[in-house]
């Protein structure tokens, strides 16, 4: 049977040693999210990112903004072998202090690419995604690989993450804050809006 989640405090957070997946939308993880955690929402392909990115056997804490939302995803995760789910958290109880990730428009990104030295802007997508045409002077790194391989990323740089529409960059962001990097920021609408803004593209 799967292990029904006890609500958590900032007390058993801090004593706990797995992931917290933050199940909200990118712009509320983006807004505020706890140190750490990582966002795969529910309303995309929350099952099999999880299941990428989650080893089956890792203690779980879910960060919700309702109990529907944590119940929702107890059972998608159960559904993949994921029953480790120990606690969870709504975000009107919280009394940490949350952590930022910049949602930055491509336009914007556009500029700071072609006019800064030393910033890296990472492209989370599968390689023929890539290859079909990218943000000029992105790097491909794809997300099911991310969390094993930051091969020729520099943790001090700021670093920029783009996918196709914004969901997958927001996983891979949460991945690069938890693994140390110093500014990472997520470009909003994607390659996707980044096309549909004629910005420069290379394939």
């Not at 099952?47 to 879910?62: D, E, F």
């Not at 107890?74 to 940490?96: C, F, P």
């Amino acid at each position: 049977p799967v292990t029904i989640p006890i609500e958590f405090n900032a007390a058993d957070l801090s004593s706990f040693e797995g992931i917290v997946i933050d199940v909200r939308t990118v712009a509320e993880f983006g807004a505020g999210h706890l140190p750490g955690s990582i966002n795969i929402g529910l309303g995309g392909q929350f099952a099999s990112w999880a299941g990428t990115v989650v080893p089956i056997g890792t203690p779980v804490v879910i960060f919700a903004v309702s109990k529907n939302q944590v119940d929702e995803a107890v059972m998608r995760l159960a559904r993949i072998g994921i029953e480790t789910v120990e606690g969870y958290l709504l975000h009107e109880t919280m009394k940490i202090s949350l952590k930022e990730i910049p949602q930055v428009p491509v336009a914007s990104v556009a500029e700071i690419v072609m006019g800064v030295e030393g910033i890296q802007l990472v492209d989370v997508r599968r390689p023929a995604e890539y290859a079909n045409g990218h943000a000029a002077g992105a790097v491909n790194l794809p997300l099911d690989r991310l969390s094993r391989d930051l091969t020729g990323l520099d943790k001090s740089k700021p670093t920029y993450v783009i996918c196709q529409s914004g969901y997958r960059s927001s996983l891979a962001s949460g991945i690069l804050e938890r693994a140390g990097f110093e500014s990472v920021q997520n470009v909003t609408g994607g390659t996707q809006a980044w096309i549909a803004g004629e910005l420069p593209v290379e394939t």
